[in-house]
């Protein structure tokens, strides 16, 4: 079978690879950086689905909005991802929290309180690969947004059901792998 349709997770993967400092156990950068990727791919998503992106070029919106947005466009709005937007929503707030508190009794409650809405809503959260709760939180988020948009490019009909689950099942097996592995 053509694997092609797998291309643009990959794709996605290299992104994160290149941009998200791994290296670093800071965790406003880790915050900051997940954030960044989750909003550069949420843009994108936006710029590749309107009819004309040229009158969104300096587009910005506040970070639920945009999510919300990115839900209304998409012609499936999957049960299964749920978790994900969700996810986005409390690393929008961890993020926030983060900038706007220098206390970092406070900082550390909202990063375990981001953690925990991952851990919660992904269900194989347990079975990643990795030490670094934060960093494979991210990793999951970004995996399963990545998926989610990428699914999105085949609407449901008779001849892309394998295709989509195919897409599914490759970013489940990325999102396992882990964020230790990233530099395959």
């Not at 915050?31 to 689905?49: D, N, P, V, W």
């Not at 749920?82 to 900038?99: D, H």
Request: proline share 3%; net charge negative.
């Amino acid at each position: 079978m053509d694997e092609s349709f797998v291309k643009e997770l990959d794709s996605s993967l290299e992104v994160f690879n290149t941009y998200f400092p791994n290296e670093r156990d800071d965790v406003d950068i880790l915050i900051l950086r997940g954030h960044q990727l989750a909003e550069t791919m949420l843009y994108s998503f936006i710029r590749k689905t309107v009819s004309n992106p040229k009158h969104i070029e300096s587009f910005f919106i506040s970070w639920e909005p945009l999510v919300s947005l990115v839900r209304a466009l998409m012609q499936d709005d999957e049960e299964e991802y749920t978790w994900v937007w969700k996810s986005l929503i409390k690393l929008a707030k961890t993020r926030n929290q983060i900038a706007h508190n220098i206390n970092p009794d406070i900082q550390s409650k909202h990063v375990a309180d981001f953690i925990n809405c991952v851990r919660s809503q992904f269900s194989g959260f347990n079975n990643v690969v990795g030490d670094d709760d934060l960093k494979k939180a991210i990793y999951i988020v970004y995996c399963g947004l990545s998926t989610a948009l990428a699914l999105e490019k085949y609407p449901y009909c008779g001849a892309t059901y394998l295709v989509r689950d195919e897409i599914h099942k490759h970013g489940q097996e990325l999102i396992s792998k882990g964020i230790s592995v990233q530099s395959t």
